[in-house]
């Protein structure tokens, strides 16, 4: 016990290395809101193009479907080493400017946007699927109700379907937004300094796991507050949708015969 202590709640250890830890949680935040904002909003325009009607715009939903089943298949590692791999390579080849092939936008490294460019590409998948869960929940009398306006498809979709999706699906993004910011560690494969690696190399440095345990502490101060946030949306949305209540009140004397005593007092 006293060694579990010492090796991993080292509070001196702690606080000695705490800035670089903070650093690396920094790091972290920015990957998960970064990848989390370009996420939602590819799998929104995935889960608009899967929900196209008609059999001339067909070949758009086919490749909606197939993006989304691909992408949900293949590891978040994989499409990592992917992604970089391939934008060195095309920009090495001329193929692509070297703007886009090593990116270095906003000042952040090349690693920092393959790591956005890969989260966006596989949860992008995983939340079209949420968001389209959302659309089908929404009773299809609404968009008859729409296109009886004279609303078209697509605006339909966009003022009367898709709000009401996205309110009914918060609490399952969230969830996949917490799963986003907890696979941003292996973005330290590509050599980002975020709090996982920050706290191994304190690890392999001091001898001591903890900046592992001080990096998870940082991890749970945010998660944790998220996952009460979704439990609150949902129970709200429950009681929102929650059929039934107080019985009715009884009907008030009016002074008239009941009818079954035929009126006789």
């Known amino acids: 016990m006293d060694f579990i202590l010492d090796y991993y709640f ?10 670089p830890i903070l ?13 989390g904002i370009t ?9 608009v193009l899967r929900q196209l009607p008609g059999r001339a715009l067909a070949p758009f939903r086919w490749l909606a479907i197939a993006y989304i089943d691909v ?31 090593i990116p270095t936008w906003f000042g952040e490294g090349s690693p920092f946007w393959y790591g956005v ?7 992008g998948a995983y939340m ?14 609404q968009t008859e109700a729409a296109r009886s306006l004279g609303m078209s498809h697509g605006q339909a979709m966009r003022y009367v379907i898709v709000p009401q999706a996205v309110r009914k699906v918060i609490p399952p993004l969230l969830n996949d937004f917490i799963a986003l910011m907890k696979d941003t560690s ?19 440095e001091r001898f001591n796991g903890s900046g592992l345990v001080l990096g998870a502490i940082l991890f749970l101060i945010v998660t944790i507050p998220l996952a009460r946030l979704v439990d609150y949306l949902i129970a709200r949305e429950q009681r929102r949708t929650q059929r039934g209540g107080k019985p009715a009140p009884a009907p008030a004397a009016t002074g008239m015969a009941d009818p079954g005593t035929g009126g006789n007092a």
């Open 10 to 19: 080292d509070f001196g250890v702690m606080g000695d290395e705490f800035d």
């Open 186 to 204: 292996i973005v330290s494969v590509l050599g980002v300094i975020e709090v996982v690696q920050a706290g191994r190399d304190v690890a392999s």
């Open 117 to 123: 460019i890969s989260l966006t590409i596989t949860y």
């Open 39 to 47: 996420s939602l909003t590819w799998g929104l325009i995935l889960a």
């Open 128 to 141: 079209a699927e949420v968001y389209r869960a959302g659309i089908e929940a929404v009773p299809g009398g």
């Open 23 to 35: 650093t690396g949680f920094w790091l972290t935040l920015k990957l998960s809101i970064v990848g």
């Open 71 to 101: 992408f949900r298949g293949i590891p978040f590692l994989l499409i990592l080493f992917l992604v970089s791999g391939s934008l060195a390579a095309f920009q090495s080849e001329g193929v692509i400017p070297r703007e886009l092939g």
